[in-house]
């Protein structure tokens, strides 16, 4: 890095004048988000005195924080003082925040549409601690968000150096695992989860309709009504057929086209601390993660993605609770080349160690088949039987599913246990399969319920920095033979789990 | 034996599950069954309010609700004191073990090198009676973390003093 290439950081400097226009886009893109019932309340209902009396002092509001956001503008201020990134912000009262250099956990770039032009990114940094708190500076060109983040990871990396870091630097270029062709990404939308997505719909669409029905009132019911019974003036049966494929549909195009705006043009890249994805067809977003801070990782298939040899990555990384999510790499469409790549890096003993494979007790099946459904098949059927109404067959192949989906379970759940680590793998129809080094883990807790107390059987949880993993029902002696382990392996480590 | 495929030998290891416990003070459990008495008549009062107050109230609500505040106080009660025996601790070399629940009991244990914050609380019924709060963080999340009841001041003192101790000789050693 050339030194005047930074000369800016010396000195407080303010971001690229395109900020203004991005969070005059950001303040409407809210307004939109929060106000659109009133809008539309407005559209559809005959305007009377008190509705433009309370719609200007809606404009009056909106008026106000949109000159807030503008002297934001000129109010915000960065720059580098000593062993610190400073930033100055505050329209009314100044605040002035500090981030350490060592305490810079990652430092990602965003670009939603309006970046993409002007061709500016958004820059996130992302401290450890408990505190969770996150700097972001709105907009930047993107040679000063390239030569911020340089300089900042190069100062993070002086002030922590461990091996790790030190063979990783060995490698220095940038290294692209996967590029997601269109092709892939079609393939990607098709093998999600549609089922989900339909229940999102449902779940919404109930949500819109009560909230249509209580502001325009009956209208909408009758209508709702005679537009039902003029398309399925059939039975019940072949309208609940047409509305469920009518929504699995819905659901599939949506799921696609949620696929492409996310997951467009998605790179996978290795870098010299770890990895990268880049993705997003409006939005594009950039996340790294160190190979260090990387606590597990998982990958999932279903029977449709198997078919295309297709797993979805998630490299979970360490941070406070209230970002783990945001802090996970998410790889969809990810082949085995990609999955060997990020299981070489955080297990690169992986192949050589031998793993012993286990299984799940299969008391758990009774246990799940009387919890998930005998027991509230009963409470639904005495409550009908009370209110004198006859006891459903449906309710009875309840259980059966409950039964067959538990028979599954148990079957398929396994943990291979290792000198280093261990890998599980469990899922009823789709699979999902983890990876832990045992020091990462933080702690270990084994418990017991009544039935399991009685069959000598147990449960244990291993926390980590970035989510737990727990292997229910097996024996006792197992449970503790591992907590023991695990135990002496984590405080006889010499490892840093970040 | 199990997990042949290991390279030590699990006989050898430290074992939690034989450890020896250390029960909390005996004022702990006077503590829960007063904050527990403190919650049921509230409840009650509130369930006296309404029945007496109340308008088209159900003939049957006036021997259900007592029932039911009789049997959920029962159960309450009966948990505080239970819970009581099973909440110990064990302090050992390089962690420490935390047993608690009567219904799920579970056994958890936070390697002192993994502790990243320890402080003590009092809670207001608590300080009458002058027991302490030991609470335990880890990155873990909350799940992880502990919190340990019912302790006297100067154990407790004890107790953060020798974590925080231990805490730093293990990143001592590691580096």
Redesign the interface.
């Known amino acids: 890095m050339k030194r005047n290439d930074l000369d800016f950081l010396s000195s407080p400097s303010r971001q690229s004048s395109v900020a203004i226009l991005v969070i005059l886009m950001k303040f409407f893109g809210i307004i939109l988000r929060q106000a659109w019932p009133l809008i539309i309340i407005f559209l559809f209902k005959s305007p009377d005195a008190r509705a433009a009396y309370l719609s200007y002092i809606a404009m009056g509001i909106a008026f106000l924080s949109m000159l807030a956001s503008i002297i934001s503008y000129f109010k915000f201020y960065y720059y580098v003082e000593g062993e610190e990134l400073i930033i100055e912000k505050g329209v009314i009262q100044s605040k002035r925040l500090n981030v350490p250099f060592e305490r810079i956990q990652t430092v990602n770039f965003e670009q939603n549409i309006i970046h993409r032009i002007f061709n500016v990114v958004s820059l996130e940094i992302d401290t450890a601690g408990?505190k969770g708190k996150e700097f972001s500076i709105t907009a930047l060109s993107k040679e000063r968000a390239e030569a911020i983040r340089n300089y900042l990871l190069s100062k993070k990396r002086k002030t922590i150096r461990d091996e790790v870091e030190e063979v990783a630097e060995q490698e220095l270029e940038e290294n692209l695992l996967l590029q997601l062709s269109p092709f892939d990404l079609i393939k990607v939308g098709v093998t999600q989860n549609h089922f989900r997505m339909m229940g999102l719909i449902l779940v919404s669409f109930f949500g819109f309709y009560q909230f249509f029905e209580d502001i325009i009132g009956d209208q909408l019911e009758a209508q709702v009504k005679s537009w039902f019974e003029a398309s399925f003036n059939s039975s019940w049966s072949s309208f609940l057929l047409t509305f469920f494929l009518f929504l699995l549909v819905v659901s599939f195009l949506l799921t696609l086209v949620r696929t492409i705006v996310r997951y467009y043009d998605l790179r996978f890249l290795k870098t010299r601390l770890g990895f990268k994805v880049i993705a997003g067809l409006f939005t594009k977003k950039e996340q790294s993660a160190n190979i260090n801070k990387i606590q597990l990782i998982h990958w999932d298939t279903n029977p449709l993605m198997e078919y295309f040899k297709l797993y979805s990555l998630t490299l979970s990384q360490?941070a406070s609770?209230a970002i783990?999510q945001k802090q996970s790499i998410f790889v969809p469409g990810s082949y085995d080349v990609q999955l060997g790549a990020v299981r070489k890096t955080y297990f690169p003993e992986e192949d050589l160690l031998?793993?012993?494979q286990h299984g799940i007790s299969p008391l758990i099946i009774w246990r799940r088949v009387l919890y998930v459904g005998i027991v509230p098949v009963g409470i639904i059927m005495a409550l009908r039987f009370a209110m004198g109404e006859m006891i459903d067959l449906p309710l009875l192949l309840w259980i059966l599913i409950v039964a067959a989906a538990s028979y599954l379970y148990q079957k398929q759940w396994a943990y291979f246990?290792?000198?280093k680590g261990i890998r599980l793998s469990r899922g009823i129809i789709g699979r999902r399969e983890t990876l832990l080094k045992w020091y990462k883990?933080?702690?270990?807790?084994?418990?017991?319920?009544?039935y399991q107390?009685r069959k000598n059987l147990a449960t244990i949880?291993f926390?980590?920095?970035a989510?737990?993993v727990r292997i229910p029902y097996i024996?006792l002696?197992?449970a503790?033979?591992?907590?023991?382990?695990v135990?002496?392996r984590?405080?006889s480590?010499?490892?840093?789990?970040? | 034996m199990i997990f042949e495929n290991l390279q030590l030998d699990l006989e050898d290891l430290p074992e939690v599950e034989t450890v020896r416990y250390q029960k909390l003070a005996p004022a702990h459990l006077t503590i829960r069954l007063i904050s527990t008495g403190l919650l049921y008549a509230l409840l009650l009062i509130g369930m006296a309010l309404v029945l007496t107050f109340g308008e088209d109230i159900a003939p049957e609500l006036y021997y259900i609700l007592p029932t039911i505040w009789l049997c959920l106080a029962g159960i309450s009660f009966w948990l505080a004191s239970a819970s009581y025996k099973v909440k110990a601790y064990a302090l050992r070399q390089k962690d420490i073990v935390y047993r608690k629940g009567v219904i799920i009991r579970s056994v958890t244990t936070i390697p002192f090198n993994r502790v990243q914050h320890c402080e003590i609380k009092q809670g207001p019924i608590a300080r009458f009676f002058g027991l302490k709060t030991l609470a335990l963080f880890t990155a873990g999340g909350q799940m992880s973390d502990l919190s340990i009841p019912g302790l006297l001041p100067r154990e407790a003192e004890q107790l953060k003093d020798f974590i925080i101790k231990k805490t730093a000789e293990d990143r001592y050693e590691e580096e």
């Not at chain 1, 883990?441 to 017991?448: D, G, R």
């Not at chain 1, 503790?480 to 382990?485: D, I």
């Not at chain 1, 480590?493 to 970040?498: D, L, P, V």
């Open positions: 408990s360490a609770m783990t031998d793993f012993e246990v290792s000198d883990i933080q702690s270990v807790k084994v418990s017991q319920g009544i107390r949880d926390y980590t920095a989510g737990s024996e002696e197992k503790n033979a591992l907590q023991n382990f135990l002496y984590i405080e480590s010499q490892r840093e789990w970040m």
